[in-house]
C-alpha cells in the first residue's frame, strides 16, 4: 500500500489548500458569528469544480478517485468544518448517492446541474424520533395511482434550507416489519425538487453548538406527491440507499475531523513558538512538548486510517469496517486534540479571539454526523462478528 500521492491527487489538494485557506479561512470567524455561509464561497467551489469533483467526466465533474475527495475534505475541515460539511452532503451523501443508485435518466437530468452547483442537495433521512435508529423512521409514501402521497417530519437536515433538490426517505409499507420481523424492508428513497407543494422547510430553532455557518432546517411533508419515477433504487431498497450513502458521507466526516485535528497542531505550534512565560517560549516546557507530540501522534494515525480506507475504496473492496474505524479514531483523536489546544491557549483559547474555541465546538458535531462514535463502535462490532 503506497500513500505516496499521484500527480493528480496532488493538484486535488493544492487546489482545495489554496481555496480552504485563501477563501475560506479568512472568512471562518465572521461566518461562525453570523451563522451563515456566503452564496459567493459555494458559487466558487463549483467554478472550481469541488461540487463535482468525483462525479465522472460524462457527468460533469473531474472524474476523483476517494482519495482526491478525502484530500479535498481535509483541507476544508482545516479551514473550516461548516463548508466542508456543505460540500460533503451535497457530494458524498446526495451526488454520489445518485450515481450508485440512480437510473441513467436520473444521472442525466440531476448529476451535471449538482457537479456546477446550479442544483444544491440535501439528504432527509433524520427524524424527531429516528435518529441513529434510522430503521426506525415514521415518514409514510402511500401509493397513490402512479404517485407516492409522502408525509411526515425530518430534523438537522444540512443544506435543507438552500438545497433545490433532496434525498427523502420514507416507509411506503409499515406492514413490512411485521411480515419480516425486519422494519427497515418498507423503506424507500425518492428524488423531490424542494418546490414541490407539501414539501416545507424552516430553520431549526436555537443556536447550534458548532457548525454555525452550516445550514439545518425542519422539513415537514404534508401529502407532497412524488411521482413513482422519483424512486431511487428500488422499491423498498430505501434502507440499503441510505446506508450506502453514509458509508461514503462517514469518509467525509473522517477526513474532515483529520482537518481539524491537523488545524488543532497547528495553532498549537505556532502558540508554543510564540507565547512566552517565565521568561521563555512556553514550547520549552516539557508538558507542553507532550501534549504536542500526543496531537501529533493522533493525526498521523487518523491520517493513516482515512487514507486507508480511501484507498481500498479505490481498489473497489468493501471499506464499510475501515471507513467506521476511520471516522471513530479519527473524530475522537480531533476532540483530544481541540481540548488540549484550548488549555493550551489558556484564556486566549477560551474565546474566540483564536480560532481552536470553534474547533472545540466544531468537532462536537463530527462525532455526531453520519452516526455518533457509539454508532461506529457497532458498525466495527457487527462487520467483525458477522450477523445472526
Not at 461562525?32 to 461540487?51: F, K
Amino acid at each position: 500500500m503506497d500513500f505516496t500521492l499521484t500527480a493528480s491527487q496532488s493538484e486535488v489538494q493544492s487546489l482545495a489548500r489554496a481555496f480552504a485557506q485563501n477563501r475560506v479561512a479568512p472568512l471562518a470567524r465572521e461566518m461562525d458569528e453570523r451563522g451563515e455561509m456566503p452564496l459567493s464561497l459555494r458559487q466558487e467551489m463549483a467554478v472550481l469544480g469541488l461540487l463535482g469533483g468525483p462525479m465522472p467526466k460524462e457527468y460533469g465533474g473531474g472524474g476523483w478517485d476517494a482519495a482526491s475527495l478525502a484530500l479535498c475534505y481535509e483541507e476544508l475541515g482545516r479551514a473550516d468544518s461548516s463548508v466542508r460539511g456543505f460540500m460533503t452532503v451535497h457530494t458524498s451523501l446526495v451526488s454520489q448517492c445518485i450515481l450508485q443508485w440512480g437510473s441513467e435518466e436520473q444521472r442525466q437530468t440531476y448529476l451535471p446541474q449538482l457537479a456546477r452547483g446550479s442544483l444544491i442537495g440535501c439528504y432527509c433521512l433524520t427524524e424527531p424520533n429516528a435518529g441513529s435508529d434510522a430503521a426506525g423512521m415514521e415518514s409514510t409514501a402511500t401509493l397513490d395511482g402512479d404517485d407516492y402521497v409522502i408525509n411526515g417530519e425530518k430534523i438537522w437536515i444540512t443544506n435543507g434550507g438552500l438545497a433545490h433538490l433532496a434525498i427523502v426517505f420514507a416507509n411506503a409499507d409499515p406492514s413490512a416489519a411485521l411480515r419480516t420481523g425486519r422494519k427497515h424492508k418498507g423503506i424507500c428513497a425518492f428524488l423531490v425538487p424542494t418546490d414541490t407543494p407539501g414539501f416545507h422547510r424552516e430553520k431549526m430553532p436555537g443556536k447550534e453548538l458548532g457548525h454555525r455557518a452550516s445550514d439545518h432546517a425542519h422539513i415537514l411533508f404534508e401529502n407532497m406527491r412524488a411521482p413513482a419515477t422519483a424512486l431511487l433504487g428500488g422499491r423498498g431498497e430505501g434502507f440499503k440507499v441510505a446506508m450506502a450513502a453514509l458509508d461514503g458521507g462517514r469518509l467525509g466526516v473522517a477526513a474532515g475531523a483529520l482537518g481539524v485535528a491537523q488545524a488543532c497542531l497547528d495553532a498549537c505550534v505556532d502558540f508554543a513558538r510564540t507565547r512566552r512565560q517565565f521568561g521563555q517560549r512556553i514550547g520549552n516546557f516539557e508538558m507542553i512538548q507532550a501534549a504536542l507530540a500526543d496531537i501529533a501522534a493522533d493525526v498521523d494515525a487518523a491520517r493513516l486510517l482515512v487514507y486507508r480506507a480511501a484507498w481500498l475504496r479505490d481498489q473497489g473492496a468493501k471499506a464499510t469496517r475501515e471507513t467506521s474505524i476511520a471516522k471513530l479514531f479519527a473524530t475522537e483523536a480531533a476532540v483530544r486534540a481541540a481540548n488540549q489546544a484550548v488549555l493550551l491557549h489558556g484564556g486566549r483559547g477560551y474565546s474566540n479571539e483564536y480560532p481552536v474555541e470553534r474547533y472545540y465546538r466544531d468537532i462536537k458535531g463530527l462525532q455526531i454526523y453520519e452516526g455518533t462514535a457509539h454508532i461506529q463502535r457497532i458498525v466495527i462490532a457487527r462487520e467483525l462478528l458477522g450477523r445472526e
